[in-house]
């Protein structure tokens, strides 16, 4: 991703399986990030998603700001894919907000330049006409 | 160590050993590196190489 974020994978295999993995598979043959290793299940288990009946991490994703701080979480359980493109725009959310703190983003917004609302006591019960007016 | 990390809070020092298709050679994952250079991280934690999404 070029805006500013680095993507880094991680399961509970070793680097050797992610190497020997992203070097067989031709659907992992344009991935650009690094592979991360928590064999030992420490940062999973950091994060809530270790799983200890079967020693795997689940699908879990996690946006952190460049002050480390952890501003998303999504968990979903094995059966599930995560949908990138929901990945996208709450990372594009997070940056956009971290620029304008004054803002929030409500449900629909995808992408800079949808509308965004200003918290404040005029905004309390007129949420309808802020986002349609 | 019990508590998981919680939205809003700073996430604790991560050190992971990685492989890097970019550069093709293992190295190691650091959350102060991505602090230090002013970086957001993305991580994405899935069960298993080998299996399908």
Known sequence: MKMGCDVVTVSTDTQFVHLAWQNSEEELAEVRYPMAADPTGKVSRQFGVYD??????????????????????????????????????KFKANLYMSRKPAEVCPSKWKDEGDKTLVPSEELVGNVHEALVG | MSETVKLGQKVPEIELATYDPSTAKFGNFRLADQIDRRRWTILFFYPADFTFV
Request: proline content about 3%.
């Open chain 1, 52 to 89: 200890e009946n079967s020693g795997l991490a689940l699908r879990g994703t996690f946006i952190i700001n460049p002050d480390g701080v952890l501003t998303n979480s999504e968990v979903n359980f094995y059966n599930l894919g995560r949908n990138i493109d929901e990945l996208m725009r």
